[in-house]
């Protein structure tokens, strides 16, 4: 199962949070993207959710993220959680308007 859902702020967020839990999903089963990294990892690392990683989009997109916009790294990684490619750029709209974004993503349903 694949959620997600754009916020405008940390506290949105957190409240979004709140109700994936409510609904079963696990604190790692979250992931939070924003424009900017520093504040993703600030976000991610308050509210104890996740950040996509090399356990998700594999070594080689990892290592080729290091070499690429923020853009580009935040589409490839929104799509290693599970979004379209498609879905990805319309949310990358989104997070150039300083918008939040989590990805909820469950290898079961709930």
């Known amino acids: 199962m694949l959620k997600y859902f754009v916020v405008d ?5 957190k409240d979004r949070v709140d109700l994936l839990l409510k609904e079963g999903f ?3 089963q979250l992931y939070v993207f ?15 959710i996740s ?6 989009q594999g070594v080689m997109s990892s ?9 580009s790294e935040l589409r490839t990684q929104l799509m290693a ?7 990805a750029k319309t949310l990358d709209v ?6 939040l974004i989590i990805v909820a993503k469950s290898a079961t349903p709930l």
Do not use: P, W
């Open 9 to 13: 702020n940390a506290v949105r967020l």
């Open 26 to 28: 696990e604190r790692e």
């Open 34 to 48: 924003s424009r900017y990294e520093s504040r993703a990892d600030d976000i991610a690392e308050a509210l104890h």
């Open 51 to 56: 950040q996509v990683g090399m356990a998700e």
């Open 63 to 71: 290592i080729k993220n290091l070499f690429t916009s923020r853009e």
């Open 81 to 87: 959680v599970g979004i379209t490619e498609q879905q």
């Open 94 to 99: 989104h997070l150039d308007a300083g918008k």
